[in-house]
Antibody, heavy 122, light 107 residues
Framework: QITLKESGPTLVNPTQTLTLTCNFS??????????VGWIRQPPGKPLEWLGI???????RYNPFLKSRLTITKGTSNNQVVLTVTDMDPVDTGTYYC??????????????WGQGTLVTVSA | AIRMTQSPSSFSASTGDRVTITCRAS??????LAWYQQKPGKAPKVLIH???TLQSGVPPRFSGSGSGTDFTLTISRLESEDFATYYC?????????FGQGTTLEIK
């Protein structure tokens, strides 16, 4: 069974950097076509794709946010880390990590983590 | 970016009804389309990918069709647990984009 879970701060100040960790299990990380993506959802609004990391180190980012996003492997083989710089109140929302069943380039997701709500406020 | 437009944005229906939700892409996306169901406070769950392929474990009352720019999600007989918000997502072009959602409410 594949599971994912996000963790990180629930409150960040404007201009700070957000760092979220996704811990996952149930799928192999030795294959280059295994992908973990990040998606966010402002309160009451639609979903927004942020980016994806494949285990062969291929990453893709939403071009509208690319300069602020970094997705990397974590310290263990079952972690992916999302970093968002220069946080603004409009970045408030629930951040999800999700498994991409592949193949590479087919960016649909199943399953998703439970999500973590991040609020940007002073 | 490809714009995905869903219709209606919300509507009411009764258990046992047959319902159809429409998703239109601003340009052709072949069949690179997924449908998700999201309940309040929960993560989205994929129902269909490749426009018409039912995800494992999803009840067969859900079906998807379409190609190019026009797609539909059909629920053949609504059950109480189907009242939720539904999103389409294209993954034909980068970046992937989602529709604005369709909220299905109990009549």
């Amino acid at each position: 069974q594949i599971t994912l879970k996000e963790s990180g701060p629930t409150l960040v100040n404007p201009t700070q950097t957000l760092t979220l960790t996704c811990n996952f299990s149930g799928f192999s990380v030795t294959r280059g076509d295994v992908g973990v993506g990040w998606i966010r959802q402002p309160p009451g609004k639609p979903l927004e794709w942020l980016g994806i990391l494949y285990w062969n180190d291929n990453t893709r980012y939403n071009p509208f946010l690319k300069s602020r996003l970094t997705i990397t492997k974590g310290t263990s083989n079952n972690q992916v880390v999302l970093t968002v710089t220069d946080m603004d109140p409009v970045d408030t929302g629930t951040y999800y990590c999700a498994h991409s069943p592949g193949p590479v380039g087919e960016w649909w997701f199943a399953p998703w983590g439970q999500g973590t709500l991040v609020t940007v406020s002073a | 970016a490809i714009r995905m437009t869903q219709s209606p944005s919300s509507f009411s229906a009764s258990t046992g009804d047959r319902v159809t939700i429409t998703c239109r892409a601003s340009q052709g996306i072949s069949t690179f389309l997924a449908w998700y169901q999201q309940k309040p406070g929960k993560a989205p769950k994929v129902l269909i990918h490749a426009a018409s392929t039912l995800q494992s474990g999803v009840p067969p009352r859900f079906s998807g069709s379409g190609s190019g720019t026009d797609f539909t999600l059909t629920i053949s007989r609504l059950e109480s647990e189907d009242f939720a918000t539904y999103y389409c997502q294209q993954y034909y072009d980068y970046p992937p984009t989602f529709g604005q959602g369709t909220t299905l409410e109990i009549k």
